[in-house]
């Protein structure tokens, strides 16, 4: 498959956009006006195919990817972006969440990237799964499981420290590198259970917290019903509901508008969806005037070339 990376970056870029303008409308509104296309203003008041702090996060961590895996150098990207509207669509940042703004003062102060994230239980928002994407441009040819999951739970403790997160981050990017090695869904959906549920047990993980996953691991997410389905900002309910978008459409933007159209935190969700579907199906799937609706997507498509350079994925 061509273009794996630019496929990915643009697949969550797109999805937050389309999100962006009705972020924290409810299902039963978005039913009744439900998201077809880009729109313009409406809940953060930006102008059509603005990208909010999701695709902002992902493109700080693909930045920093092209110059080799360097945590604090993460952590730097992520200062950048707070304090000086780095890789923000119109240079300025309008959308932040508690535990990644919290995270990101104790790097301003000097803390380590290693120690930054808040590890409460409360803290699991899904602020470090919107963003961890790139990981799996750079770990697709790893085989040592204990470095994949070290190298996820690194990412995400930046700014999400809890099991919970970092648990989702792995078991997304898991899924992801198998739809980047050009295996089904069904096939990659199989594989990630299989090789997680093994992992989590070899390692003792706590039952408590790996068993709030078993809808994902244990049984089919796609056989749910939407009822069962949220698109809150909560870590669990965005990796179900991204994964649960993407096994029900059959096209990225299938996925993404139902993914956007579940409400809540609408951004985050298209973002995450996004990802997925757009290293699926591939660039040419995601509709081009969306594409060309999307801010600074000049930009991303230079960024997109030197990740691709740096680690060669379609070559």
């Known amino acids: 498959m061509k273009n794996i990376i630019k496929s990915g970056i643009f697949g969550v870029c797109t999805g937050d956009a389309l999100g962006v303008p009705v972020?924290?409308?409810?299902?039963?509104?978005?039913?009744?006006?439900?998201?077809?296309?880009?729109?313009?203003?409406?809940?953060?008041?930006?102008?059509?195919?603005?990208?909010?702090?999701?695709?902002?996060?992902?493109?700080?961590?693909?930045?920093?990817?092209t110059k080799g895996y360097n945590l604090e150098k993460i952590g730097e990207s992520f200062v950048k972006w707070v304090r000086y509207g780095h890789w923000t669509a119109h240079g300025r940042l309008f959308d932040i969440g508690g535990t990644t703004r919290e995270a990101i003062a104790r790097l301003i102060k000097g803390e380590s990237a290693r120690f930054s994230g808040n590890i409460f239980e409360e803290d699991n928002g899904n602020g470090s799964l919107m963003r961890?994407?790139?990981?799996?441009?750079y770990l697709e040819n790893e085989d040592d499981t204990q470095r994949l999951y070290k190298t996820v739970r690194e990412v995400s403790t930046i700014t999400h420290c809890h099991f919970r997160s970092v648990f989702a981050c792995f078991i997304y990017v898991i899924f992801a590198i198998q739809l980047i090695k050009g295996k089904n869904k069904t096939e990659a959906y199989e594989y990630m259970q299989k090789m997680v549920l093994e992992y989590a047990e070899l390692q003792g993980f706590n039952p408590s917290e790996t068993e709030l996953f078993q809808r994902i691991l244990k049984n089919d997410i796609s056989g749910y019903s939407e009822d069962e389905i949220r698109g809150s900002g909560y870590v669990l309910h965005s990796l179900e509901a991204s994964l649960w978008c993407f096994f029900n459409s059959e096209s990225y933007s299938e996925a993404v508008l139902k993914a956007v159209n579940l409400g809540e935190d609408t951004d985050t969700t298209?973002?995450?969806?996004?990802?997925?579907?757009?290293?699926?199906?591939?660039?040419?799937?995601?509709?081009?005037?969306?594409v060309d609706e999307l801010v600074r997507r000049n930009d991303i498509e230079k960024l997109c070339e030197k990740l691709d350079s740096k680690y060669s994925i379609n070559k």
């Not at 961890?132 to 441009?137: D, E, G, S, Y």
């Not at 298209?270 to 509709?287: D, K, M, R, S, V």
């Open 132 to 137: 961890i994407l790139p990981l799996a441009f």
């Open 270 to 290: 298209g973002a995450i969806t996004g990802g997925l579907a757009g290293i699926y199906y591939g660039f040419e799937n995601i509709p081009q005037e969306w």
């Open 23 to 65: 972020e924290f409308k409810d299902r039963e509104y978005l039913k009744q006006f439900p998201v077809t296309e880009m729109q313009e203003f409406g809940s953060h008041n930006q102008p059509k195919g603005t990208w909010s702090d999701d695709s902002s996060l992902t493109l700080c961590l693909a930045e920093a990817l």
